[in-house]
């Protein structure tokens, strides 16, 4: 254990995220998600006793959002429902990063469920949690720490 580091971040995923560059992103993802076979070389950690919720509350408490995109955060659309309609689960997580100062409502995207797939083959990695709400599943892409430029 480190202080001032969720203990939910393992070392496989602290490496995996201290790895990821500017613009990579990295899926947070429930237990009923494909990850296995969009995972295909890529990292894929399981954090099978834990919500999608906690999960990315913890990544969260370390990953810069990509502020040179509007929306920096997207969810699985659920089928069968509206363009932006959000599930329980979905409106808790959003609620939470707004909450958390970490983004607003406007930066989160819904994406219909086989384009989700589709940019999943583009991410730097997958965690795949414990989560059983269906479509509980989130992309983050990767922003930058600034530090003020001197003088």
């Not at 989160?108 to 589709?118: D, G, L, M, N, Q």
């Amino acid at each position: 254990m480190l202080k001032g580091i969720d203990p939910l971040l393992t070392p496989e995923l602290l490496k995996v995220l201290a790895e990821m560059g500017h613009g990579n992103e990295i899926v947070i993802a429930d237990a009923n998600f494909t990850a296995a076979s969009l995972a295909a070389g890529k990292p894929l950690i399981h954090l099978s006793g834990v919500g999608i919720a906690r999960t990315v509350k913890a990544v969260m408490s370390l990953l810069p959002l990509d502020q040179d995109v509007s929306q920096p955060i997207a969810f699985m659309q659920v089928s069968h429902q509206p363009t932006g309609w959000c599930s329980a689960l979905q409106k808790h997580v959003i609620s939470e990063l707004y909450d958390d100062g970490h983004a607003q409502e406007s930066q989160c995207e819904a994406i219909e469920r086989f384009a989700f797939y589709e940019r999943v083959k583009q991410a730097y990695a997958i965690v795949l949690t414990g989560e059983l709400q269906p479509y509980g599943n989130f992309i983050l892409k990767k922003g930058v720490i600034c530090e003020p430029l001197a003088g």
